[in-house]
């Protein structure tokens, strides 16, 4: 197995010590959740959902594309309705990027902060659309902005959950030089989630680019260090170490398709689970 990179172990470090927990150790393991509601079909009873910021655009391929907007959050009012507890983080790459921007001249800090506020529109939008469903939701951020969202904590985001609110996190670790992918997994760690799944446009993870290359293979399941060792490209590494580290599974499924985060919810195989090995 190829040692994991120093730079990434210092940034880990840096993450975890952002978790607001009062015994500074959170424990990774299964939600213990007492609503007796929950389906005991389901294959999960609290998730979190990774969505990029370019999945809002649709066929437009800018900004946030209404019909796309709704269609998701159908999908998330049929998954509430198991009564699994649901979290969602949400990139901005659709708005603006803060790395991106940096070739553009912007200042690098000054960019990222401009990246967690394009985060922060998405999950407006999200939470918008969730209410024309009637689903309720609750906004958090890494930011606080006041009336907009409350300041992201752990107990916090974990009490609305467990009282039935969609809980909708943005503005990333709320620090920059960190990704959302980074975010998703630091979230998911803090509110005890069984599984980060990362909704895209692709049905898994592939030998090679499935879009380029017709030849490209999926898989069904992967442990962390075989996905490391091949280089695939599942998550950006600090964010991907901290789900191997806390053993904290990551599902990758295309979520453009109907039903599809429902039959994945309900125990379906669907997409590539990443996890470790006799898990």
């Known amino acids: 197995m190829t040692p ?11 993450v975890m010590g952002l978790v607001n927990d009062e015994s ?8 213990k ?34 019909i796309r907007l709704s269609e998701y959050a159908e999908e998330i009012k049929s998954v509430m309705e198991t009564g699994v507890q649901v979290a969602i983080v949400i990139g901005g790459g659709n708005i603006f990027r803060g790395l991106q921007g940096t070739h553009d001249g912007v200042d690098r800090v000054q960019g990222d902060y401009m990246g967690m506020l394009a985060t922060v529109i998405n ?3 999200i939470q918008d ?6 689903v309720r939701s609750k906004l958090l951020g890494g930011l606080a902005i006041d009336p907009v969202c409350e300041k992201m904590s752990r107990q916090r985001a974990i009490e609305y959950l467990e009282q039935g609110f969609v809980v909708i996190i943005s503005g990333g670790t709320g620090n920059p030089f960190f990704t959302t992918d980074t975010a998703s997994a630091l979230r998911a760690i803090e509110i005890q989630a069984d599984a980060i799944l990362k909704g895209t446009r692709v049905d898994g993870v592939y030998t090679a680019d499935p879009e380029k290359d017709p030849t490209a293979k999926k898989y069904d399941t992967i442990s962390f260090d075989e996905a490391y060792d091949k280089g695939l490209k599942i998550m950006d590494l600090t964010a991907y ?8 599974p990551i599902v990758v499924f295309n979520m453009n398709e109907k039903g599809n985060f429902k039959r994945l919810i309900l125990g379906e195989k669907i997409g590539t689970v990443v996890m470790h090995k006799g898990r």
Do not use: H, W
């Open 24 to 31: 500074s150790k959170i424990k990774i393991q299964s939600s």
């Open 33 to 66: 959740i007492k609503d007796q509601n929950i389906n005991s079909m389901t294959a999960f009873k609290r998730v979190l959902l990774k969505l990029s910021g370019e999945a809002l655009e649709g066929t437009q391929g800018y900004g946030i594309d209404p």
């Open 4 to 14: 994991v990179p120093a730079e990434v172990v210092k940034s880990i470090r840096i």
């Open 123 to 125: 999950s407006m939008a």
């Open 129 to 134: 659309a969730l209410g024309k469903e009637k």
């Open 241 to 248: 170490t901290l789900c191997r580290e806390n053993n904290l």
